[in-house]
């Protein structure tokens, strides 16, 4: 039997259920507010929480000034279609552009994540 039910990958930013809600829009998973902190379920035992935190600093990409230290890359269709609709909920296309099988973007907290061609 395994020590957990399932992996929860938190996120800090500057206001957590707005980082929250971009990702629920993205991703479509349940939405759980508490205070200063969301986690958003998929039905399959996934958990992407998001924690406010003050004085937050944005990773620097690709430099590693303020380091990302994780990001998500999130599997879809067509890059260009994924890629309208992100930028359309608030993310920011990634200056640098190191692939062709995917994209790099930043969330409206400044967490760079990828758009990657599945």
Not at 5 to 28: G, H, K, W
């Amino acid at each position: 039997m395994p020590i957990a039910r399932y992996p929860s990958i938190v996120l800090d930013c500057p206001d957590a259920t707005r980082l929250a809600e971009f990702y629920n829009a993205v991703l479509e998973w349940k939405l759980e507010p508490q205070d200063g902190w969301v986690d958003l379920k998929a039905d399959f035992g996934m958990c992407l929480s998001f924690q406010s935190v003050e004085d937050y600093r944005a990773p620097s990409w690709p430099t590693q000034d303020v380091p990302q230290q994780m990001h998500l890359d999130v599997v879809v269709d067509d890059l260009d279609t994924a890629e309208r609709e992100v930028v359309a909920l608030g993310a920011t296309r990634a200056e640098h552009q190191p692939g062709t099988s995917f994209r790099v973007f930043l969330d409206p907290a400044g967490h760079p994540f990828c758009l990657c061609l599945g």
